[in-house]
């Protein structure tokens, strides 16, 4: 009879809660949409998931939270203050009606120490709270916990439990690290087959750096057994998935034949891809190493000079002074350009003047023949002494010969310039 009571008061609750939201709170409805909406303004997200999160909905609560965070990420002029105190506190009020993401979320706090003091042991408790839900990611963090002795006492056997509950319900963390603990033996006999089982399955729908972590596994035989053939496969699908950096990353493994069959045909196609869908990168070396394959050939990669003039001037205008060094050697030779001295001495100079010997070298010669500028022996000797002082015994060679050309007062204003434009450079 009791059980019957409770099933009237949970029918009845629901009679009279149920119509409020649905029908009596439509502008409330529509704030719910707009917060859960991510193609929407950040600043028009933040102002409705507060409304709905002060109305005590959880989701909404989870999200406030989430933007508070991670405020820090967001472009100027979204107006959410980075504020781990809020975050905290709107993630505490979803966790305490139970919410799983919300319990997640307040551990993940509690763990960073970010909004409050570290404490490991409310972070395992909250994350236990989730993980009882089947929530995949509160296992799986339980499980981390267990494996780093962390407000736990440290357990393998427990941490691949968890492990295992968020691998099959397909968290990829869970599936990526219960492939380590098969690999290391950790918590479970060591089993090769199952590591890379599961390994696979987090590497195909994780993001594209744990794709290339799984290549570079199978081309060192780094915990699971060397395979040239899945290290390319895996490689090719981070590369796929990827930015432009591991596209043009794919390229360089594949040109120098690092950990992986060399293909210069296909390395070329990746560098392309990279070079297309650059925006800003790092290492702008890489441009001038495609830009060598094509000014030269290579293999099987057929000689295109001027697409090797398109990759160097990419490495140039971004500064790099090995790009402006061989840009500037294509328009001193014609080659992929019409022959230009004046701008082959532009690009040389710019190279030179940060430091570069051979470009160094190179516009000493340019003055000394008098190609691009006018004949310029004190030029000329200052530029083959500030490129002879690096070690370049061309330059030291050509220094010795020119200075028998040259007065006692040519050679002194050399000199002088030589002090003037390395003090230049090292202050650069």
Request: aromatic fraction near 10%; glycine fraction near 10%.
């Amino acid at each position: 009879m009791s059980g019957l009571k409770t099933s009237f008061v949970l029918v009845l609750f629901k009679l009279i809660t149920l119509p409020s939201l649905a029908f009596g709170q439509s502008t409330s409805n529509d704030e719910f949409e707009l917060c859960l909406d991510n193609s929407k303004a950040l600043a028009d997200r933040f102002v409705a998931c507060r409304s709905i999160a002060e109305e005590g909905h959880p989701k909404a609560q989870v999200i406030l939270g989430d933007l508070y965070d991670w405020a820090h990420l967001y472009p100027q002029g979204a107006s959410i203050p980075n504020d781990d105190t809020e975050a905290v506190r709107w993630y505490r009020d979803a966790a305490e009606q139970g919410n799983a993401e919300g319990q997640v979320r307040l551990g993940s706090m509690y763990s960073r120490g970010a909004g409050l003091p570290e404490d490991d042991t409310e972070a395992v408790r909250w994350y236990r709270k989730a993980a009882a839900q089947g929530d995949a990611d509160g296992q799986f963090r339980l499980g981390r916990m267990y494996a780093r002795g962390d407000g736990v006492p440290k357990d393998d056997t427990e941490a691949v439990r968890w492990y295992r509950k968020a691998a099959e319900q397909g968290n990829d963390d869970g599936q990526w690290l219960l492939g380590y603990m098969y690999a290391e033996g950790r918590g479970t006999p060591q089993n090769d087959a199952l590591a890379v089982r599961w390994y696979s399955k987090g590497a195909e729908q994780g993001n594209d750096l744990r794709k290339w972590d799984l290549a570079t596994m199978y081309a060192r035989g780094d915990g699971i057994p060397k395979d040239d053939a899945l290290a390319v496969r895996w490689y090719r699908k981070a590369a796929e998935q990827g930015d432009y950096v591991r596209k043009w990353n794919f390229g360089r493994k594949l040109s120098q034949g690092d950990g992986i069959p060399e293909d210069d045909v296909e390395a070329v196609k990746w560098f392309r891809l990279a070079a297309e869908q650059i925006a800003e990168i790092g290492d702008l070396s890489w441009f001038t190493i495609l830009g060598d394959m094509l000014a030269w050939g290579r293999d099987d990669v057929p000689q295109d000079e001027s697409q090797a003039v398109t990759y160097y001037r990419i490495a140039a205008e971004q500064g790099d002074a090995i790009g402006q060094r061989l840009l500037g050697d294509m328009y001193a030779g014609g080659r992929g350009v019409p022959e230009n001295d004046k701008v082959a001495v532009k690009w040389y100079r710019q190279a030179a003047e940060q430091g570069d010997a051979r470009s160094q070298e190179n516009l000493g010669d340019m003055y000394y023949r008098g190609e691009g500028v006018l004949e310029d022996y004190v030029q000329a000797y200052a530029w083959y002494n500030l490129s002879a002082a690096q070690g370049n015994e061309d330059a030291a060679l050509k220094k010795d010969n020119l200075r028998k050309l040259m007065t006692r007062d040519q050679i002194q204003k050399a000199q002088d310039l030589s002090t003037t434009v390395y003090n230049r450079i090292q202050e650069n």
